[in-house]
């Protein structure tokens, strides 16, 4: 049955190079084809689908030559099947195999469009690839082999480091997208990957060294390269010193832990509180994960840990397991008997970094939901814990200061330390420690000081680890 058509404007077409199996239009073809509509030969219609940016465009999927032809004449409108939803197929693939029904694919262009297929969805079989242009299965085969074994090579990775935060099975083959029976194959050679990497960093080359050469991150190199030994030796050799007393301040983030994120918190704070609150192979719960620093630390200290965040990135951080903590139905992300010995809940501190984050965070609640949410998750941590689980909470005093003189200041829209300490304490826990561990205030420039002093205006550098336990009997 032949496929509807309607008529749209041919400058509402786009040639998109992303999805044109071929290296040229021919030229020659094009010019036949102009000659074929001055004599009034009527040619089947194009096909395109809806542009995925630009609204009101489409991409050609079928048709280049007809397309060509028509501006090249001064044809202002054409025919055209437009197809709105490809089933899954990928539109490169759809392409090349609509382009070989008149003409094959030159052997550049076939390898050329299996590597580009296979590179955007690695999940592609080499059956499929090669019915769509034209080759057999064996021959794409020979097409991808280097790239499948990239991308085998970054799966095992992704495998090797999701296991050693102590997720299991089943949630990595998850969030891989692949059978727990291939996660347990792979797990069995794990130990044969880091062989190459220790025996690099036992010739004397530099963690870092090693992590560029390997494509690995330095977190995951830091935890091969600090095996077996004692917290305090990991602090030594990270160049950490130990803070015994209860403020904890640093100048800077350590940047080999954690991404660039906003309201990065600086890893040293995150080992201090592993140091003293935890143990060597613990398990470490972080439900608002961000740019990941409690999971580097963790693999540097060789804690297990399990995070979340609602902001997805599977590629770079498969470790972090999507998750939205959301107000009006809060669900604990996993199921299964195993509770952590450590959570440390770094949220967002109400507005501060507001204009960074997704509307959809908690910094978007007003006062009053975002200190209910936070009740409501302290009262469902507390059910998901164990009897001896820590809880770090970090946060900083919220004041409404903007041009207000000190003396001016109300309580109104201010979330000051002692609100999270009643309702630590309204939802079962009791707090044992709190620690001072202020935001740096070098990046206040000059000229604002100078301006908040003449006003009189009190800044806010105060933020703190508030440590709480499961209150007795509760
Ligand atoms: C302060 S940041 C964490 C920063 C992290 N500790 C670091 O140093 O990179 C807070 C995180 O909470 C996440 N978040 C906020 N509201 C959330 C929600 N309702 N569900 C899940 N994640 C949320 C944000 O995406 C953000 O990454």
């Avoid at 090669?130 to 799966?155: F, H, M, N, P």
């Avoid at 297990?304 to 397991?321: A, G, H, L, Q, Y």
């Amino acid at each position: 049955m032949a496929k509807p058509t309607t008529k749209i404007p041919i400058s509402s077409i786009i040639l998109d190079e992303e999805i044109y199996p071929r290296k040229g239009i021919d030229q020659k073809r094009v010019g036949i084809f102009a000659e074929n509509i001055r004599d009034g030969f009527k040619f089947d219609p194009v096909e395109v689908e809806p542009h995925p940016d630009r609204p009101g465009k489409y991409r050609l999927l079928d048709g280049v030559h007809r397309w060509s032809a028509f501006k090249a004449v001064g044809v202002t409108e054409t025919a055209a099947v437009i197809i709105k939803d490809l089933d899954g197929i990928d539109p490169l693939l759809y392409a090349a195999q609509k382009a070989i029904g008149p003409r094959q694919l030159t052997e550049d262009e076939a390898r050329e469009t299996a590597r580009r297929a296979y590179s955007k969805n690695t999940g592609l079989r080499s059956a499929d690839i090669g019915k769509a242009i034209g080759r057999s299965r064996q021959t794409v085969d020979s097409y991808i082999a280097d790239l499948r074994a990239a991308s085998r090579l970054g799966q095992d990775i992704k495998i090797f480091r999701m296991g050693r935060f102590g997720i299991p099975q089943d949630r990595i083959a998850k969030r891989l997208g692949l059978p727990q029976k291939t996660i347990s194959n792979h797990s069995a050679k794990m130990p044969v990957l880091a062989n190459q990497l220790n025996i690099d960093l036992a010739r004397g080359f530099t963690v870092s060294q090693v992590a560029k050469k390997h494509n690995w991150t330095e977190p995951m190199v830091w935890s091969l390269a600090l095996e077996g030994k004692e917290d305090l030796q990991r602090f030594k050799d990270l160049g950490w010193g130990l803070r015994t007393w209860d403020l904890w301040n640093w100048n800077d983030c350590d940047r080999r832990f954690g991404d660039d994120w906003p309201g990065r918190i600086p890893s040293q704070m995150i080992a201090h509180i592993l140091y003293y609150f935890s143990d060597q192979n613990d398990l470490v719960f972080d439900p608002m994960a961000g740019g990941g620093v409690v999971a580097d630390t963790c693999l540097a200290l060789n804690r297990k840990c399990w995070s979340f965040d609602m902001d997805d990135r599977p590629d770079t951080r498969p470790e972090i397991e999507p998750c939205f903590w959301d107000v009006t139905d809060l669900k604990w992300p996993i199921k299964g008997k195993t509770k952590p010995d450590l959570i440390i809940f770094d949220p967002p501190y109400f507005k501060k970094q507001s204009n960074n984050y997704d509307p959809d965070t908690i910094s978007g609640l007003s006062k009053e939901n975002y200190l209910e949410f936070l009740e409501r998750f302290f009262s469902l941590a507390h059910l998901n814990a164990k009897k001896s689980t820590k809880m770090a909470f970090i946060n900083a005093d919220w004041r409404d200061f903007q041009s207000t003189p000190a003396k001016n200041e109300t309580r109104v829209n201010s979330i000051l330390i002692n609100d999270y300490l009643r309702i630590l304490n309204q939802s079962g826990w009791q707090e044992t420690h709190i620690f001072q561990a202020p935001l740096s205030s070098e990046r206040f420039k000059t000229n604002v000081v100078s301006a908040m002093q003449k006003k009189k205006i009190i800044g806010v550098t105060s933020r703190y680890v508030i440590m709480s336990k499961k209150k007795a009997g509760l």
